[in-house]
């Protein structure tokens, strides 16, 4: 099958052992074990979401950046309930939300029907996240722009220092991608099966992690699909450091990377 | 010799362009339709479509198509976010679905103007090298298949793949003087040179210039006997322009 970019890494055929430090090794149930996500704000940047969707549950909180060419930023922040224009962000906050149940999830919406957006837009979705003590952000959106390599880099680095956890879907398609490639952000991209708490680690980065993503059942704007991209692998992964962050507040950005890589399938 | 002034560049490119549409090898068309008959054939399909992404972004427009409903889905545009051609486009990636009835993504409407609505689709983009997706291939109700659709989807790719080429030769050659003018201020190392030649050649509408090279393009394409009439008429048309001048 042609797989998304970067999923045939993950392949359990392929994918080479990864030495896990000589410290006693955290367990799922130290990870994860009675965590609901509760108290952790977690972001979904995407097409919106539908709040009433029954795999979403409700949302925390909304906010839609629209094009405003009569701002000095080229921008407005609309704060307040909207629909998710396609699906796509149903779909994530929907895995998010099956992990973590208690989690806050908010939307940014930021992609257009087309699921596109401009990087001035992109750059402020992030901004906003760091702004408003988001700790996890899930971004199933990346940007080819050579341009706003260097904004979205800084954006990501200091998302890093204020330990917002920026989880990126590698693109489905060859060709570097923004801010996905960067060592700031926990990079994904999808792997067979349906355990939505099996992950494996990338000895061989850029992409790092890989969790379920290929044909996959979630939550659309009306009712399910079956689906495959490296964008629905992403949630999985942002719903696991919500229910780790939920049990362990105080884990760095590298630690709860560490914690993932000593949890993956692969892991020796 | 003197600096070429930006509009005798743009001229320049101009002529390329359409020198360009006159000279590419064969019609995209006429080379995505074949490609289409014989996608069909390989998968004995009910129906083959491809489609390309319009410069928008915003549409696809499907180029050729071949088999039940080819006639009426041929030259028609729809929103990207529609469909399951569209959902290709926008995500680069292959997708074959058993029963698209109960897929929310499928846009029944479109199907139901063809006068046939399928029951299984396989669809895989048209990717460029670098990871552009420039459009779809999708074949309905395909019944020689694999128990496992990802052999069926890599075969598809692969070909889609080819078909990238194809489309970007061919817009290539339709944007032969473009191309060669953008290279040529691009390797002087000036920068706003390439931008206002760009902005130059971009506001000039070459419509009328473009069909008149395609023309040219399919009477090339008719073989002697179509040349020889086409000549005459060309030259019955500029004789009585003459006098009318």
């Given at each position: 099958?042609?797989?998304?970019?970067?999923?045939?890494?993950?392949?359990?055929?392929?994918?080479?052992?990864?030495?896990?430090?000589?410290?006693?090794?955290?367990?799922?149930?130290?990870?994860?074990?009675?965590?609901?996500g509760?108290?952790?704000?977690?972001a979904?940047?995407?097409?919106g979401?539908?709040?009433e969707?029954e795999r979403?549950g409700?949302?925390?909180?909304?906010?839609?950046l629209?094009?405003?060419d009569?701002?000095?930023?080229?921008?407005r922040i609309?704060?307040?309930?909207h629909?998710?224009?396609?699906?796509h962000?149903?779909a994530?906050?929907?895995?998010?939300?099956?992990?973590?149940?208690e989690?806050d999830?908010?939307?940014?919406?930021?992609?257009?029907?087309?699921?596109t957006?401009r990087?001035?837009l992109?750059?402020?979705?992030i901004?906003w996240?760091i702004?408003?003590?988001?700790?996890?952000?899930n971004?199933?959106?990346?940007?080819?722009?050579e341009?706003?390599?260097?904004?979205?880099?800084a954006?990501a680095?200091e998302?890093y220092?204020r330990?917002?956890m920026?989880?990126?879907?590698?693109?489905n398609?060859?060709?570097?991608?923004?801010?996905?490639?960067?060592?700031s952000?926990?990079?994904?991209a999808a792997?067979?099966?349906?355990?939505?708490f099996?992950?494996a680690?990338n000895?061989?980065?850029?992409?790092?992690?890989?969790?379920?993503?290929i044909?996959?059942?979630?939550?659309?704007?009306?009712?399910s699909?079956?689906?495959t991209?490296?964008?629905?692998a992403?949630?999985?992964i942002?719903?696991?450091?919500t229910?780790l962050?939920?049990?362990?507040?105080?884990?760095?950005v590298?630690?709860v990377?560490?914690?993932?890589?000593?949890?993956s399938s692969?892991?020796? | 010799m003197?600096?070429?002034?930006?509009?005798?560049?743009?001229?320049v490119a101009?002529?390329?362009?359409a020198?360009?549409?006159?000279?590419r090898p064969?019609?995209?068309?006429?080379e995505?339709?074949?490609?289409?008959?014989?996608?069909?054939?390989l998968?004995?399909?009910?129906?083959?479509?491809?489609?390309l992404?319009?410069e928008?972004?915003?549409?696809?427009?499907?180029?050729?198509?071949?088999?039940i409903?080819?006639?009426?889905?041929?030259?028609?545009?729809?929103p990207?976010?529609r469909g399951?051609?569209?959902?290709?486009?926008?995500?680069?990636?292959?997708?074959?679905?058993?029963d698209?009835?109960?897929?929310?993504?499928?846009a029944?409407?479109v199907?139901?103007?063809?006068?046939?609505?399928p029951?299984?689709i396989?669809?895989a983009?048209?990717?460029?090298?670098?990871?552009?997706?420039?459009g779809?291939?999708e074949?309905?109700?395909?019944?020689?298949?694999?128990?496992n659709?990802?052999?069926d989807?890599?075969?598809?790719?692969?070909?889609?793949?080819?078909?990238?080429?194809?489309?970007?030769?061919?817009r290539?050659?339709?944007?032969?003087?473009?191309v060669?003018?953008?290279?040529l201020?691009?390797?002087?190392g000036?920068?706003?040179?390439?931008?206002?030649?760009?902005?130059?050649?971009?506001s000039?509408d070459?419509?009328?210039?473009?069909e008149l090279a395609?023309?040219?393009?399919?009477?090339?394409?008719?073989?002697?006997a179509?040349?020889?009439?086409a000549?005459?008429v060309l030259?019955?048309?500029?004789?009585y322009s003459?006098?009318?001048a």
């Amino acid at each position: 099958m042609t797989l998304p970019e970067w999923s045939s890494a993950f392949n359990d055929a392929v994918l080479q052992p990864t030495v896990a430090l000589p410290l006693p090794a955290p367990t799922q149930d130290w990870a994860f074990g009675e965590a609901t996500g509760a108290g952790v704000k977690v972001a979904v940047i995407d097409s919106g979401v539908s709040a009433e969707h029954e795999r979403v549950g409700g949302l925390a909180g909304s906010v839609a950046l629209e094009v405003d060419d009569d701002s000095p930023e080229g921008y407005r922040i609309v704060d307040g309930p909207h629909e998710d224009l396609y699906g796509h962000g149903t779909a994530c906050a929907g895995i998010i939300r099956g992990l973590a149940p208690e989690a806050d999830i908010y939307s940014v919406r930021v992609l257009g029907k087309n699921l596109t957006t401009r990087g001035a837009l992109f750059a402020a979705a992030i901004r906003w996240c760091i702004d408003n003590g988001m700790q996890v952000a899930n971004l199933s959106l990346s940007s080819r722009s050579e341009q706003w390599f260097g904004p979205l880099h800084a954006l990501a680095d200091e998302a890093y220092f204020r330990n917002l956890m920026l989880v990126c879907a590698a693109n489905n398609v060859p060709g570097p991608t923004y801010p996905s490639q960067y060592a700031s952000v926990f990079s994904v991209a999808a792997r067979e099966g349906h355990d939505p708490f099996s992950l494996a680690y990338n000895p061989r980065p850029p992409v790092e992690f890989g969790a379920p993503g290929i044909d996959v059942d979630v939550a659309w704007t009306t009712g399910s699909i079956t689906a495959t991209g490296n964008s629905f692998a992403a949630p999985h992964i942002a719903g696991l450091v919500t229910l780790l962050l939920s049990k362990h507040p105080e884990l760095t950005v590298f630690q709860v990377k560490s914690v993932l890589h000593a949890l993956s399938s692969n892991a020796r | 010799m003197t600096d070429p002034t930006p509009e005798l560049v743009a001229l320049v490119a101009r002529l390329g362009n359409a020198m360009g549409v006159a000279t590419r090898p064969s019609a995209l068309e006429a080379e995505l339709g074949r490609a289409t008959a014989g996608v069909r054939a390989l998968f004995d399909a009910a129906a083959t479509s491809c489609a390309l992404i319009e410069e928008s972004g915003d549409e696809i427009r499907f180029i050729a198509a071949n088999g039940i409903g080819a006639a009426a889905i041929t030259g028609r545009s729809m929103p990207i976010e529609r469909g399951i051609a569209g959902w290709v486009a926008m995500t680069g990636q292959p997708i074959a679905i058993a029963d698209v009835g109960v897929d929310p993504r499928f846009a029944r409407d479109v199907a139901e103007e063809t006068n046939y609505v399928p029951t299984s689709i396989l669809a895989a983009p048209l990717l460029g090298d670098d990871g552009e997706v420039l459009g779809v291939i999708e074949v309905l109700d395909p019944r020689a298949t694999n128990e496992n659709t990802s052999r069926d989807l890599d075969v598809l790719g692969l070909l889609g793949s080819q078909l990238a080429a194809t489309v970007r030769l061919s817009r290539t050659y339709d944007r032969l003087g473009s191309v060669l003018v953008t290279a040529l201020a691009g390797a002087t190392g000036a920068a706003d040179f390439g931008q206002t030649l760009d902005a130059l050649v971009e506001s000039v509408d070459d419509r009328p210039l473009a069909e008149l090279a395609r023309a040219f393009h399919q009477i090339a394409e008719t073989g002697s006997a179509g040349q020889t009439f086409a000549l005459s008429v060309l030259t019955a048309a500029v004789d009585y322009s003459r006098r009318r001048a």
